[in-house]
């Protein structure tokens, strides 16, 4: 749950102490995230990827090894990423756009409406997936432009920063690229097989496949050239040294066995930082596990605003300050609906990993877009038979999470120890399915239809 912070300093006030340094300013933060990407960047590893400027970043700043989403699929994930409350409890346990229309709860509070308060020039370019776009101005933006091509976001993001406006006033700049997300070619943009393709170990290797990859670099490689875009305005005007830039994205790779499941390709995100002033530079990478519920209040923390105590996750700010921090245990993620409903929780320690399915279907409920690609036919037969109750896995001995452990008798006491704390969360956040199904908008439409109450 989240440390609730007894400072009350207003963001104009704020005093940081970074290294030896007395930072006395607030800080601007430039908040970027994209569709689709996981931890597929060369700085995770992945050297056929291109995407320099992203690797230049986490090489000069600092990159968590750990960090994960609370939920596999977009509008779940961002709406954890930007309240700090899991999606179950924040409403939005869908998508939202048509014709899924999920949304959060009226009272919720979204990062930019907090900031907004606090007297941050608020800002939105490209995605946010949680309303429609003439409800933008809902979540807190003083202004926004439509998603498009990177190039387009790069320079939309390049003319706000440029402003003269921006020495005058603390702002917060939220950057939401589509790329990468299928089929790859946004924009216009055609494949980069340039370094080669390298596939993860959970994708059968085929010349399908690695096309399909090679696909899916050039637009990562469009999403870094809109970062660089980002990265080379906030040097042109001075703005890096006290800017908290922030890359993330809202869940795994669109692949099979990866977005739209608890396993860790479908969870596990990127998470980069860099500000100068603070002194979140040089290189350092954590391996500490932090979830997207944590964002919230690690932000308000370094700004030495109040956490609220409805927030579900914990600051780390204390870890990247180098001070006293208590790591996460566990972590937690969901899904209820992505297009149809697929209801399951799960408890990921740094060993195992229990998931949980309340509700029947093939193993691995693949979305559309993700059936449309050359590689879901070859896969067939690793993700179509039938979904237990549980699994199980070791994540050390199995980390490609094959061998379900449920009900071995060698594991039942870990079993039973993650079913009784993923349990005891679901409970304390109050999830809505442990009092039964969760019918959806839909459902509600029908009924409504029936009754004569909408024609």
Known sequence: MARKSNRKASPEHLLLRAK??????????????????????????????????????????????????????????RSS??????????????????????????DEQHLAQRLQAAGYTTALIGVQHLVNGDEVASLGYDS??????????????????????RHQKPFYLEVGFFEPHRPYDFGGIGGDDSKGTRLPPYILDSPEARSDFARLQGAIGALDGGV????EALDANNLTDNTWFIFTVD?????????????????????????????????????????HVDMVPTVLDALGMDIPSNLHGQSYWPLLRGQ???????????????????????????THKLIANLDQDIAVNVPSDIQRSPIYPQMLDRITPRRPHFELYNLVDDPKETHNMAGEPEVADIERELKQQLLAWMEATD??????????????DTLAMLRGEIL
């Open 20 to 77: 030896q340094r007395i930072v006395t300013v607030t800080p601007n933060i430039v908040f970027v995230t994209c569709h689709d990407l996981g931890k597929h960047l060369g700085c995770y590893g992945w050297k056929s990827v291109p995407s320099p400027a992203l690797d230049a970043i986490a090489q000069r700043g600092v990159l968590f090894d750990n960090s994960f989403c609370t939920a596999p699929q977009c509008s779940p994930s």
């Open 81 to 106: 990423l930007h309240t700090g409350r899991h999606a179950h409890s924040n409403g939005m346990m869908g998508l939202s756009h048509q014709p899924f229309r999920w949304r959060m709860h009226a």
């Open 144 to 165: 926004s432009v439509d998603r498009g091509p990177a190039r387009d976001m790069g320079a939309a993001a390049a003319a706000f920063l440029s402003a003269p406006e």
């Open 228 to 231: 660089s875009q980002i990265i």
């Open 251 to 291: 869940h795994g790779l669109a692949m099979p066995r990866a977005k739209c499941t608890c396993y860790d390709p479908g969870i596990e995100t990127a998470l980069i930082m860099h500000w100068p002033d603070a002194g979140l530079t040089g290189g350092r990478r954590y391996s500490e596990m932090v979830s």
């Open 324 to 350: 006293a921090y208590q790591p996460n245990e566990q972590i937690f993620a969901e899904k209820t609906f992505h297009t149809t409903y697929e209801p399951m929780r799960a408890i990921r320690t740094r």
């Open 431 to 444: 999830d809505p399915i442990l009092k039964g199904p969760v019918p959806s908008n839909f459902y509600h």
